[in-house]
Nanobody, 126 residues
């Protein structure tokens, strides 16, 4: 089993920045691809970005391209999401996710990820 814990959420004004962290514990050697998803009130959980185990493959949802940066430090078993130029529409609960499939590729589908964190709230005021 793998446990994921997010941190770094909070309240920020539009145009500001936040850095989210996702710390993995347990069977971390089995973790392959990781990703961030978000869920706004009244909406379904949506893909934000994903990164392969080596960091060589990264995918961003169009609305965050150029503003968000995903990274991971495998030595620390931690993934990060640097969020810049935040907008009110970025307000959501942000979840980190991980998969443990050896031959999988990064995916925008939530069903591809077996492990999930509890979420961290990000609120952007206008």
């Amino acid at each position: 089993q793998v446990q994921l814990v997010e941190s770094g959420g909070g309240l920020v004004q539009a145009g500001g920045s936040l850095r989210l962290s996702c710390a993995a514990s347990g069977r971390t050697l089995s973790v392959n691809n990781m990703g961030w998803f978000r869920q706004a009130p009244g909406k379904e959980r949506a893909f934000v970005t994903a990164i392969s185990s080596s960091g060589s493959r990264i995918d961003y949802e169009d609305s965050v391209k150029g503003r968000f940066v995903i990274s991971r430090d495998n030595a620390k078993n931690t993934m990060y999401l640097q969020m810049n130029s935040l907008k009110p529409e970025d307000t959501a609960v942000y979840y980190c996710a991980a998969d443990a499939e050896i031959f999988s590729t990064i995916s925008r589908s939530a069903s591809a990820y077996e492990y999930w964190g509890q979420g961290t709230q990000v609120t952007v005021s206008s």
